[in-house]
Every structure is written in C-alpha cells, then in structure tokens.
C-alpha cells in the first residue's frame, strides 16, 4: 500500500470542521493504516472492530461517514448502512470489500452507499479521493437543498408580486381585465394580450404566468420587435453549431428555455412572416427545428402573445398570417389606456408615489387638488408607463412635501383634453325649458360614455351605473345610434 500526499479536503459541508470518519473492518491492519493516514487529509477517524462497536459509537457521535466493510463478522455492511441511515439520512455510507463483484455494488447502491472500494488498497490515496468526492457530493446536495428553499421562497414573493390583485384599478374596464385573467391563469390555452404601448401588458402576462400550474417553471419573455429579424430565428428555436458563420457552437432557443412554462412573445405583429409560419407550427405540434438542426426538438409550453397593433388590418393587409391569427386569439384580452380609466388615474398615481417613496427612501406625502385636478385631464399618451415615469421624477427631484401643479411637466399642463369645468346654465331674461336642457345633458353623458367606450353599450352602461337595456331604450328613444356601433 503507497502514500502520497495530496491536499486535505476532509472538511464537513457548511463548517471548517473536520469530517468524521468512522472506519468498521475487523481486520485491524486495515483499520490503523487508516487510522494514521487519514487525519492527514483533515478527517477526524474513529475505529470499529466490528457492527456492535459501531452502532454504540454512533450512539455517542454525529458521523459524515461511514466506512464498513462489507463481510463483517455480527452484520453485513450493507445491512450496517441501513441502520445508519435510519438514524441520519444525510450519513454517506461508502463499502469495502475483497469480493468486488458487480452483484454486490449494485446491492450497495440499491441500498444506499455512495460507493465502494477494492481491498487491499493498490494506493491509499484512493480513499482520501473516495471520502472527498463524497464529501463534495453531500455539499452540493445540502446547496441544492437551500436552492430549492431559496426558489420557493423567490416563488412566492414573485406570485405575490404578481397577485391580480396588486394590478392595480378599481374602474370597471380593468375589473372586467381582472375577472378574465383569472378564469383562464391556469388553463393552458393560448392568450393574445391587446393595448397601447405602456398599458400593462407584460404585467399581466406576468401575472397569468406566475398564477398558472406552470409557475414553478420559466416565464421567457421576448420582444420580437426589439430583435434584428435575421436574428430572430435563432434567438428563438436556437441553433446547433455550424448552422451559420459564427455559429461556433450549439445554443438553446428561448422555446426551449421555456419548456414547461410560459413564452410572452411582444410584440408579435413585427414578426417577419417567413417566421410565423414555424411559430403556428409549434402553436399545432408543440415542437420546432433549431436552425441547422435535422431532428426537430419537442416542447410543452404556453404561448401568450401581446401587440400595441390591429392585427385584423395587419391580416388585411398581409402582414400577419390570418391561420396564425386565429391560432393566437384563442382567448383575447384588451388592456384599456389609461385615458379610458380615468377613475384610476388618483389611485395609480398614489400606488407609483407609495412604492418610490419606499424605493428612494423619499417622503413627498400626496397631491394637491389641483394637481390632481391636471393629472386626471391629461390624457396619458404613454399609459400607465408615462405615469409611472412621471411620478418616479416627482419623487427624485421634490423629495418630500405635497406635489403641486408647479410638480407637474408642463405638456401636462397644456394638454387638458377633458374639461371638466362644473356644469353652469346662464338663465336668460325670458327663461329657458328646464326639460330641454336636461335632455341635452343626458344626451352629452350617454355620447361621452360611448365615445370613451368605443361605443361598447355594456361598458358605457357600467360607466353611468345604468342597467344595459335602460342605456339601449335611451340611445334608441334619442335616436343615438352609430353605424357600425359595437353591440357588446
């Protein structure tokens, strides 16, 4: 048996202090060789002639290893590793034996030991190299152990994030937003998310996501009009090595990252249409080819979609494929701008000032009437974003106090699209039909319901707190109607 010294790795995982090895051989030799050479190496090792020995040991001590050979006289080794474990799972339990035969390994295995070793030992260094990959193994099985503690907790502050309910608006566009996305979170089916630039439409992609069956899994997101087309393929199906110049080696696609979970394409309408053809194909087979490929790969993931465009004009149009459009407007969702909530505007704006106060460690305490007053006449062309951005440089550049219309960027100031100047009738000398001027009141309110519903009789109704057919009778009797008007 030969020594040559190697570097000591005999540390218990998560601790500076040495491992415990316990050796049980009833062949002393072998026993004091290992005695004297594996302290060495940093291990603490302590002796058993035989079972009884150990399990009165293991009585007094917290091992990391056991070391038994296999054939001992009161109980085999195997059964030994047994009881050993029962007491601490996380022992690691390695075998040595004269009789190396395949049948007796594989029995170990089955029963738990993380290896075996030949006797007699052709060098000893085998078992310092033996114990230090075990030892190894242990660790990364203890860090797996918080990493998967760790993701479960991320997991959660993430749903929580992602609650619907922290979406936030309590008008009734964004309720009727609110009761779709949770009837279909946790189905598979595929989702088209339509709105304006900056209305939300990760955030509920997200939200769908992260309150789905899928959510222990990936959401991979991809802006398909933020990635030069030429490269766009590759960057979503991969590509193996060689497929192109520069393709040195082998990546995996963001389908493929995806597997298991949820891919939010962005932007779909800027997707070149050579390219939509194999988005439909994974859409109907669930699977695709990388670029260069000759086997196509499997996947099982959910596609939500999202555009800022109208893509029935763009099938008009022959800009989108019509077979793909309908593949994606399984379940379609229209995120209303934010000049349609004009209800929420006080309570987005309060949500975006409590969360930078916290971020920036700032204290500006709320807005003034008037300010509020500009916010809410503003029509919000950047959305939910613009505002968001507005009121993180309020936060940064006031600091604290009571924003005021001074706060304010002055196209906010400018740009009052809705008057909201209190309703005033001068009475002239001679009188005025009170029945007239009231019926040309009602007719201003039902019309401004429906411009800001796009003609949407059930929205317009919840938006004047009207039952729907009370609306319908109104705009029939007044004779409002619309060519073309939505009726839904």
């Known amino acids: ?68 050979d296999l054939r001992l006289p009161d109980m085999d080794g195997i059964e030994l590793g047994r009881r050993f474990k029962a007491q601490n799972p996380e022992v690691i339990v390695i075998l040595m034996t004269a009789f190396g035969t395949i049948d007796s390994a594989v029995e170990a295995m089955r029963a738990g030991a993380f290896d075996y070793l030949l006797k007699p030992f052709h060098c000893i260094d085998d078992v310092h190299r033996k114990l230090a990959l075990a030892m190894e193994h242990r660790r990364l099985a203890r860090e797996n152990i ?6 479960h907790t991320l997991l959660g502050q993430v749903r929580t994030k992602y609650k619907f309910e922290n979406i936030v608006g309590h008008s009734e566009p964004m309720q009727e937003v609110f009761r779709l996305i949770e009837k279909v979170a946790d189905s598979d089916s595929t989702i088209l998310i339509l709105g304006d630039s900056g209305t939300g439409k990760e955030l509920v992609a997200r939200a769908i996501h992260y309150n789905s069956r899928r959510r222990s899994n990936l959401l991979v997101a991809v802006n398909c009009g933020a990635i030069p087309s030429e490269l766009l393929e590759s960057e979503l199906f991969g590509h193996v090595r060689g497929a192109f110049t520069g393709a040195v080696s082998s990546r995996m696609g963001r389908f493929q990252l995806a597997d298991g979970g949820t891919i939010f394409l962005d932007e779909i309408a800027d997707m070149p249409v050579s390219l939509q053809v194999k988005i439909l194909r994974v859409l109907q087979e669930q699977e695709f080819d990388p670029v260069g490929a000759t086997k196509p790969l499997k996947v099982n993931v959910r596609v939500i979609a999202a555009t800022n465009q109208n893509l029935e004009k763009a099938v008009r149009e022959k800009r989108f494929r019509e077979d793909l459009y309908y593949r994606l407007n399984v379940i379609p969702i229209r995120l209303p701008p934010l000049r349609e909530r ?15 106060n916290r971020e920036k460690g700032k204290a500006v305490k709320g807005f003034s009437p008037d300010a509020m007053h500009i916010m809410e006449q503003y029509d919000w062309p950047g959305n939910v974003r613009e505002l968001e951005n507005t009121i993180e440089s309020i936060v940064i550049m006031k600091g604290q106090g009571e924003v005021m219309p001074e706060d304010l960027a002055e196209r906010m100031k400018q740009r009052k699209v809705r008057p909201h100047a209190p309703f005033k009738i001068d009475i002239p000398p001679s009188g005025i039909s009170f029945y007239d001027v009231v019926q040309d009141f009602e007719n201003d309110l039902i019309l401004q319901a429906l411009e800001k519903t796009r003609w949407n009789k059930n929205k317009a109704a919840a938006l004047l707190r009207l039952n729907r057919t009370t609306l319908v009778e109104k705009i029939k009797k007044k004779q409002l109607d619309r060519i073309g008007s939505a009726d839904e």
């Open 1 to 68: 048996m030969t020594t040559a010294r190697i570097s000591p790795l005999g540390e218990s995982p998560n601790t500076s202090k040495p491992a415990h090895v316990l050796v049980v051989d009833d062949e002393e030799s072998i026993c004091s060789s290992l005695a004297r050479f594996l302290p060495t190496c940093g291990y603490q090792v302590h002796i058993a002639l035989n079972a009884q020995d150990a399990l009165k040991l293991l009585e007094q001590h917290a091992f990391d290893v056991l070391l038994t």
């Open 146 to 151: 918080v990493l998967r503690e760790e993701k």
């Open 342 to 356: 004009h209800d929420d505007i006080q309570l987005v704006a309060q949500h975006f000032l409590d969360f930078f």
